[in-house]
């Protein structure tokens, strides 16, 4: 199975617009962030995790034309609003879009593109199949078998996901003891740091380290990363050494 990490970026991306700091004028394209979601790819079946402003970009530079679903963390507009450009998939594959999300999501993603829904559909609208999942879910998209984990971002539920030996969980800031169990065992860990400072809603970089260290993984990967965490090579520096910033096009191997 591969992983692709499609855009490791916070809601605004970085660069962000008409910014003069040190990282968003930065040359280096490890500090050039999409919004986040990776691809996750095993030998008959390919999915995302989220579907940010920046799909059609992230599906054009990794070179794909097809995917077999989309998985969703939560319902804010960086996560989701990409969803129209599924429709260039529909064209090409004549099939329908699978959607899994919790019920907040779904409402959410029925009044964001309520054009797709309607009885007399204008020709052209992206064709989506909506499956809710809770955070006890357990399901398969194609031969990946995906377990939802319940998570916390500020006082918003969110989902992380297991596939395998993987676990992604961003834009947390806890999680509760149960949903922990969930996570034991795993080998490779991505969650999301925002930056330095402490965060009302997420992880500060100090706390995404102590989370992936207490749970003993042999690799960790940090995402949804804001201008203010500093450059990537900079950072990279004071990491243990089974801890990398992630950046956009890593490939990972499991």
């Not at 999915?47 to 989309?70: A, K, S």
């Not at 993984?217 to 450059?231: A, F, P």
């Amino acid at each position: 199975m591969k992983i692709s990490f499609l855009g490791t970026g916070t809601s605004q991306g970085v660069p962000i617009i008409g910014c003069q700091c040190k990282v968003c004028l930065s040359p280096d394209h490890k500090d050039k962030r999409l919004r986040s979601s990776i691809l996750i790819s095993s030998e008959n079946t390919r999915i995302t995790i989220d579907c940010t402003p920046d799909f059609r970009y992230q599906m054009l530079r990794e070179q794909v034309r097809d995917i077999d679903g989309i998985v969703f963390t939560h319902e804010h507009q960086d996560h989701v609003a990409g969803l129209d450009d599924v429709r260039a998939i529909n064209f090409i594959n004549n099939k329908d879009m699978p959607i899994w999300g919790n019920k907040r999501v779904l409402k959410r993603l029925k009044k964001m593109y309520d054009y797709a829904f309607l009885e007399n559909k204008y020709p052209g609208v992206p064709k989506i199949e909506l499956i809710e999942i809770n955070e006890e879910s357990v399901f398969n998209v194609g031969d990946i078998e995906i377990q939802c984990i319940g998570a916390w971002h500020g006082d918003w539920p969110v989902l992380g996901f297991r596939v395998g030996d993987l676990v992604y969980l961003t834009d947390v800031n806890r999680i509760d003891s149960q949903q922990m169990e969930k996570i034991k065992g795993c080998k490779t860990l991505i969650v999301s740091a925002l930056r330095r400072e402490k965060h009302h809603s997420h992880f500060s970089l100090a706390e995404a380290v102590d989370f992936i260290e207490n749970l003993n993984v042999n690799e960790g990967y940090l995402t949804h990363i804001s201008h203010q965490m500093g450059k990537h090579k900079d950072v990279s520096t004071e990491l243990p050494s089974y801890i990398k910033l992630a950046h956009d096009g890593l490939e990972l191997e499991l």
